[in-house]
């Protein structure tokens, strides 16, 4: 299998410009996570799905953003409209198990920069 | 909530030598997970190495093992022979047993290796 899959691998955007990142978890892992990683906060998880089904979104941090998992292989983290502090790396990961009993398999992650 | 501690924010090695890191953390549970994860210059988190706190016996991967201290709350990472592929943001992360809480990472430590 060729992995976790992201696009873009980066992207810059002016302020109030809808972002749209994708991500292709690996075949046959039942769980999909999305984080987000900043020096400030360090990881932070933002959602999680189970088959295809949202789970916990608590982490998401405002209404700005959504996620959807239409099929088992493809899933978007919509930022819309994006503002200066949404700059990160987000990444997508995918595991076999709930994240804290297996491997979570990462993506090279979408560095986002919002000017 | 559990909170995991790297008080390594940086951590430098010469080549072939051995290096530990440090991580520690904070919970009331009695059966839990704890890993570390190595991010290189790539982004691409991967998972080094993994540990079962009901297991006494210390977790080992090749150059990689843990110093697995559960009275101290404490799961170090040594590397030995390190090698100059070894340069990266390394996390540690725990998470419960029954894996019903969120993957907690600490703050990382940049481990970088002299030639």
């Known amino acids: 299998d060729a992995g976790v899959i992201q696009s873009p691998r980066h992207e810059v955007t002016e302020m109030g410009q809808e972002v749209t990142l994708r991500c292709k978890p690996i075949?046959?892992?039942?769980?999909l996570f999305w984080y987000r990683q900043t020096m400030m906060r360090g990881l932070e998880l933002l959602i999680y799905?189970?088959?295809?089904?949202?789970?916990?979104d608590s982490g998401m941090p405002e209404d700005r953003f959504s996620a959807k998992m239409p099929n088992a292989s493809f899933s978007t983290l919509k930022i819309q409209p994006s503002e200066p502090r949404d700059s990160a790396v987000y990444f997508c990961?995918?595991?076999?198990?709930?994240?804290?009993?297996?491997?979570?398999?990462f993506g090279e992650g979408s560095r986002l920069t919002v000017l | 909530a559990q909170t995991v501690t790297q008080s390594q924010p940086e951590m430098s090695v010469q080549e072939a030598e051995t290096v530990t890191l440090s991580c520690t953390y904070d919970?009331?549970?009695?059966?839990?997970?704890l890993f570390w994860y190595k991010q290189p210059p790539s982004r691409q988190m991967i998972l080094v190495i993994r540990?079962?706190?009901?297991?006494?016996q210390n977790a080992t991967e090749n150059r990689f093992s843990v110093n697995f201290q559960k009275a101290a709350k404490s799961f170090s990472l040594k590397i030995s022979d390190s090698q100059l592929g070894d340069a990266a943001m390394y996390f540690c992360?725990?998470?419960?047993?029954?894996?019903?809480?969120?993957?907690?990472f600490g703050t990382g430590t940049r481990l970088t290796i002299i030639p």
């Open positions: 075949s046959g892992h039942d769980y």
């Open positions: 992360a725990y998470s419960n047993r029954f894996g019903n809480e969120k993957l907690t």
């Open positions: 799905f189970n088959n295809n089904v949202p789970i916990d």
């Open positions: 919970t009331s549970e009695s059966d839990y997970y």
């Open positions: 540990q079962e706190a009901y297991k006494q």
């Open positions: 990961a995918s595991s076999l198990y709930w994240q804290g009993v297996g491997e979570l398999f």
